[in-house]
């Protein structure tokens, strides 16, 4: 894994290169000589978060996972309209 590091104008001057760069190892972007962003490539994303599932995935239950809910009644004091 290859880190490289590259400023903010270089990065605004080539973000192609950026992204090459990405695919290879992270690139750490600086501002004013200070790391302030990192770029990474969204396989080493997944891998580094445990997220390689879609948001469906994540959010869905599991299929043998029973959950009881009974919507609790709501008394609203409701008239029929007059349409005459």
Do not use: C, W
């Not at 200070?34 to 599932?53: F, K, Q």
């Not at 029973?66 to 409701?78: G, K, N, Q, T, W």
């Amino acid at each position: 894994m290859t880190i490289r590091v590259l400023s903010s104008r270089e990065f605004n001057q080539d973000s192609g290169k950026a992204k090459q760069a990405a695919n290879e190892g992270p690139v750490f972007i600086t501002d004013r000589g200070r790391p302030s962003h990192v770029l990474l490539s969204i396989e080493d994303y997944e891998r580094l978060t445990g997220s390689a599932g879609s948001i469906v995935d994540a959010l869905a239950m599991p299929a043998d996972q029973h959950v009881e809910f009974e919507a609790p009644r709501m008394d609203l004091d409701i008239r029929p309209a007059d349409l005459s």
